[in-house]
């Protein structure tokens, strides 16, 4: 089994920052795509970010696009989410997942992705 636990949400000013991160155990995997979705309250969960195993291929939801940066450490085995600039709007819950793929494929579809961790509330006031 594998598990994602995401860290680093809170309460923050708007034009303020967060780092999210997400740490990937259990069974090992030679090789993983990684997202960052969200879900705010009454809301659909939508995507934020996506990077491939090797980092070379990142996306970006356009309302996050120059505000947002994800990056994987996968020594680490983990991934962030650079926040800048947050809005009242990016108030959500933050969850990060995972498709193995050993490819430059970094998907942006919720359903694409095989493993979610528990996701970490994020809340950006005005």
């Known amino acids: 089994q594998v598990q994602l636990v995401e860290s680093g949400g809170g309460l923050v000013q708007a034009g303020g920052s967060l780092r999210l991160s997400c740490v990937v155990s259990?069974?090992?995997?030679?090789?993983?795509?990684m997202g960052w979705f969200r879900q705010a309250p009454g809301k659909e969960r939508e995507f934020v970010a996506t990077?491939?195993?090797?980092?070379?291929?990142?996306y970006y939801a356009d309302s996050v696009k120059g505000r947002f940066t994800i990056s994987r450490d996968n020594a680490k085995n983990t991934v962030y989410l650079q926040m800048n600039s947050l809005k009242p709007e990016d108030t959500a819950v933050y969850y990060c997942?995972?498709?193995?793929?050993?490819?430059?494929?970094?998907?942006?579809?919720?359903?694409?992705?095989?493993?979610w961790g528990q996701g970490t509330q994020v809340t950006v006031s005005s």
């Open positions: 997942a995972l498709k193995p793929s050993r490819t430059g494929w970094a998907p942006r579809g919720a359903t694409e992705y095989d493993y």
């Open positions: 990077i491939s195993w090797s980092g070379g291929s990142a």
């Open positions: 259990g069974r090992t995997l030679s090789a993983y795509a």
